[in-house]
């Protein structure tokens, strides 16, 4: 499964951006999917999943009430609405999938990246001030 972000992209603190992961040579219906981010300097870090069918999502603290995951399986397409947007969310945003749809069932299994099996390329976006 190959996994395309798009939907990055320049904007000031406040704005919206809508992140979009594509998949192909496969389906991630039946996959765990999430969003990591990785600013400069800093590790990578767990953003928000969703599971399998859509019933459950995560999120990390600082995206609970701005951000929403949510996927369209029919499209097989993975999304992250970044609304309320700050200049700390700064970073390449990487959707990621995981065959096993229980790794979202423990924190530590939802915010390991090595968790997932499959990576995108990653979107960045840039939050100015």
């Known amino acids: 499964v190959q996994l395309q972000a798009s939907g990055g992209g320049l904007v000031q603190a406040g704005d919206s951006l809508r992140l979009s992961c594509a998949a192909s040579?496969?389906?991630?219906?039946?996959?765990?999917t999430a969003w990591f981010r990785q600013a400069p300097g800093k590790e990578r870090e767990f953003v928000a999943a969703?599971?399998?069918?859509?019933?459950?999502?995560y999120y990390q603290d600082s995206a609970k009430g701005r951000f929403t995951v949510s996927r369209d399986n029919a499209k097989n397409t993975v999304y992250l609405q970044m609304n309320m947007l700050r200049p700390e969310d700064t970073a390449v945003y990487y959707c990621?999938?995981?065959?096993?749809?229980?790794?979202?069932?423990?924190?530590?299994?939802?915010?390991?990246?090595?968790?997932?099996?499959?990576w995108g390329q990653g979107t960045l976006v840039t939050v100015s001030s």
């Open positions: 990621v999938a995981a065959r096993n749809t229980g790794t979202l069932l423990s924190s530590r299994g939802r915010l390991t990246p090595r968790s997932y099996d499959y």
């Open positions: 040579g496969g389906s991630v219906g039946t996959h765990a």
């Open positions: 969703i599971s399998w069918m859509g019933g459950r999502t």
